[in-house]
């Protein structure tokens, strides 16, 4: 009996991580943070776990209505999440 071990590449998408950057990809939009991102993600994935759970939530529910980024709760709940990781860093460094 021969035992074969296929390499297959990682699965990218949702819930497997942003999978092989493309042409075009961005950068975390955290000040500072040269992380490069997919162009469909917020920012890098350690920033995004710092943004409190109520606000992901947000963040998530205001995209997913379909209005993306012209949707004034998205801009909202973006804008206090990005707050909230300077606040944190402020914290972090006296």
């Known amino acids: ?41 917020l920012m890098c994935r350690p920033h995004w776990y710092q943004v409190p759970k109520h606000l992901r939530d947000l963040i998530w529910a205001a995209w997913r209505s379909g209005a993306g980024v012209l949707d004034p709760a998205y801009r909202q709940a973006v804008a206090e999440a990005l707050a909230a990781i300077q606040a944190a860093r402020a914290r972090k460094d006296p």
């Open 1 to 41: 009996m021969t035992t074969t071990s296929i390499k297959a590449p990682a699965p990218a998408g949702p819930g497997n991580g942003p999978g092989p950057l493309r042409p075009g990809a961005a950068r975390c939009r955290i000040p500072g943070c040269r992380a490069p991102v997919g162009r469909r993600r």
